[in-house]
């Protein structure tokens, strides 16, 4: 069975202090593994697609790496305005995407 | 663009009674999905509709039916609803090799 977890449940980082959330994934034949931001009250937002191990994405502070059963996202001097939830799902052919439960940030001024 | 529109934002149901939750997308997708939302746990799938007249289980449809009215629209019902249905419901749509593009979700409470 397909199935996605993260971790950690929660970090509070202070702004500027670097970290990584982990997204561990087993997943038949990966067609995809998907990055999300969700905002309170928001739908979630598409932040990255990793199509296979080794590959690389960046788009501003966040950059998400994937490895045949990992996924990072990495998190350089993050901002107040980073604090969100970040989502990863795996997407299988033949299959709908399984989420993971998500990992809450906070970024603390 | 509006993306992916979900009516209503906000629903409080008491047990047994029926409602729909109605979802838009105006980016030409094929397909679409609705998703619950729990604490602790991820997006779990309801149903999804991979095109225009069709539509399939996901992983939770117990109690739920839906309806892909036509290339936008696709629909969620609740016939009879109860407490355990309390939920965030998030509707998406999906088009070829592309992401999912999710709505800002249905707060519904059933008491």
């Known amino acids: 069975e397909d199935q996605v977890t993260q971790s950690p449940e929660a970090l509070r980082l202070q702004e500027g202090e670097s970290s990584s959330l982990n997204c561990s994934y087993t997943?038949?034949?990966?067609?995809?593994l998907f990055w999300y931001r969700q905002d309170p009250g928001k739908g979630p937002e598409f932040l990255f697609t990793?199509?296979?191990a080794g590959e690389e994405k960046e788009k501003e502070r966040l950059k998400a790496t994937l490895t045949k059963k990992e996924s990072f996202l990495h998190i350089t001097a993050p901002k107040p305005e980073d604090s969100a939830t970040y989502l990863c799902?795996?997407?299988?052919?033949?299959?709908?995407?399984?989420f993971g439960p998500g990992t809450r940030l906070s970024v603390l001024p | 663009n509006a993306g992916v529109t979900q009516t209503p934002k906000f629903q409080v149901l008491k047990t047994g009674q029926s409602m729909t939750l109605q979802c838009a997308q105006d980016?030409?997708?094929?397909?679409m999905y609705w998703y619950r939302q729990d604490p602790g746990m991820g997006l779990r799938l309801i149903y999804y509709?991979?095109?225009?007249?069709?539509?399939d289980k996901g992983e939770v449809p117990n109690g739920y039916n839906v309806s892909r009215l036509n290339k936008r629209e696709f629909s969620l019902r609740l016939e009879s609803a109860a407490p355990s249905q309390t939920s965030v419901y998030f509707c998406?749509?999906?088009?070829?090799?592309?992401?999912?593009?999710f709505g800002d979700g249905t707060r519904l409470s059933i008491l």
């Open positions: 799902a795996g997407h299988s052919y033949g299959q709908n995407f399984v």
């Open positions: 997943v038949s034949g990966l067609r995809g």
């Open positions: 990793l199509y296979s």
């Open positions: 980016m030409n997708h094929n397909s």
């Open positions: 509709s991979a095109s225009e007249g069709t539509t």
């Open positions: 998406a749509s999906m088009g070829v090799d592309q992401p999912q593009h």
